[in-house]
């Protein structure tokens, strides 16, 4: 007495006589017929493999399917992960500039302050300017500086208030690490005193 060779489904791991009962008959018959030909015929007759053969091509499109998908998935996670590192990199160097606001003098009389370094926090210049022009009821402009970079040119003495503004504003774009330089080239030299004057002159 031989004993019989049991086979198992690749796809449900039952005989296949039971993969109807699996809610995977589809995939299992697809297996069975490529791997066990003749038990195929004697399960479901020759008259049913045309549409076998039609559910393999959809299952090998699904799975390229798949695959694309996979690759999309890992291409995006790519993606995602360059952009943060260049993000990241931007906000580094970001960190690391730094804002000057420059108070000269024109005349005895007449002052500007100068303010450069905003181009890097992707800040308005000509949108600052008419803020500026607005609030402090003054000329406002945007020129060059001899470094080729963009300032914004405020006509009159209002060093501490545009400081003030300019500080609030990092602080909006959550950029109050950004350190603010404040230059007065036009400081007032403190005149002598009568007193000091003549002793001077003694």
């Known amino acids: ?15 296949p006589e039971y993969c109807e009962f699996t809610g995977k008959l589809k995939r299992c018959k697809v297996w069975l017929k490529e791997n066990h030909p003749d038990l195929y015929t004697k399960l479901y007759g020759e008259s049913d493999a045309a549409d076998v053969d039609i559910v393999a091509g959809k299952l090998a499109e699904s799975s390229i399917g798949e695959a694309r998908e996979e690759k999309l998935e890992k291409d995006l996670l790519k993606l995602q992960t360059k952009e943060e590192n260049r993000e990241q990199r931007e906000l580094a160097k970001k960190l690391a500039s730094k804002v000057i606001i420059k108070r000269e003098a024109r005349t005895k009389r007449k002052y500007i302050i100068a303010i450069s370094g905003l181009e890097v926090f992707e800040i308005d210049m ?16 945007v020129s060059k500086n001899a470094e080729k970079k963009e300032e914004v040119i405020v006509q009159g003495d209002v060093l501490e208030e545009v400081e003030a503004y300019i500080h609030s504003l990092l602080k909006e774009k959550g950029l109050k690490d950004v350190k603010v330089e404040t230059i007065d080239s036009a400081k007032r030299k403190k005149k002598p005193t009568e007193g000091a004057a003549n002793t001077a002159g003694k």
């Open 1 to 15: 007495m031989s004993l019989r060779e049991v086979v198992y489904c690749g796809v449900c791991s039952y005989p």
């Open 126 to 141: 000509k949108k600052l300017a008419k803020t500026f022009a607005s609030k402090f009821a003054t000329g406002c402009s």
